[in-house]
């Protein structure tokens, strides 16, 4: 199965750290594994993609273990405006698209 | 950044009209955009690729009669869904492909057939 397997939910203290995992142990040596989240009613947005190497940007850092069978996003100081559903999604479609999961509902707590 | 604007956000008509969605990349040529149907609760579903020039390639169990994409431009792709009914009720997204990290999405479309 291409799709990605997550945690339905998780919950996160405001301020803390968030760590929110995944498995794509069929992904292929060549694909990317991208992270979008998607606040109801609205289009996906994207946080991180990466291959082999951790990833770092202005939102989040990417971990991605070293037989690339599953990466974790990492949201440094979570704030009440992450509360979103994450996709940790590949390319791996018949036409170059993205597959999405089902996704992590991520509830950030005050 | 990449931006892909999408129109209308929301629409409701009535049975049995068509309703057309419009998916532009604003600031970079997408040879490639993809559609995707999103029902309550659930995740992205694609439901058909549109590529620039040529016909859709759609997957399987979606009517390519009912759900018309034209992709006449390398900045425009549209999305007709013809003679609606109410389990077309959904939230249609489109998402383009380039030029930077690969997949930047709309906003969305909230369709309700009544």
């Known amino acids: 199965d291409a799709k990605t397997t997550q945690p339905p939910s998780m919950d996160c203290a405001e301020g803390r750290a968030a760590n929110l995992p995944c498995n794509h142990s069929t992904i292929s040596g060549n694909e990317y594994v991208y992270w979008y989240r998607q606040i109801h009613s609205q289009g996906p947005q994207y946080i991180i993609h990466g291959l082999k190497n951790n990833e770092t940007n202005e939102m989040a850092s990417l971990i991605i273990t070293e037989d690339r069978k599953s990466s974790t996003l990492i949201l440094p100081h979570a704030t009440l405006r992450d509360t979103a559903v994450y996709y940790c999604?590949?390319?791996?479609?018949?036409?170059?698209?993205?597959?999405f999961g089902k996704g992590t509902k991520l509830s950030v707590k005050p | 950044g990449a931006v892909v604007s999408q129109h209308p956000s929301r629409v409701i008509c009535k049975s049995g009209t068509s309703v057309k969605i419009e998916c532009r990349s604003l600031?970079?040529?997408?040879?490639?955009m993809f559609w995707y149907r999103q029902f309550p609760k659930q995740s992205l579903m694609l439901m058909a690729t549109s590529n620039e020039g040529s016909k859709a390639t759609y997957e399987q169990g979606v009517e390519k009669d009912k759900f018309l994409i034209n992709h006449a431009s390398l900045t425009l792709s549209t999305l007709t869904v013809t003679s609606a009914h109410p389990e077309d009720s959904s939230f249609y997204i489109c998402s383009a492909q380039g030029p930077y990290y690969g997949y930047t999405f709309g906003s969305g479309t909230r369709l309700t057939v009544v």
């Open positions: 600031d970079f040529q997408a040879t490639t």
């Open positions: 999604t590949r390319a791996g479609g018949s036409q170059g698209n993205l597959i």
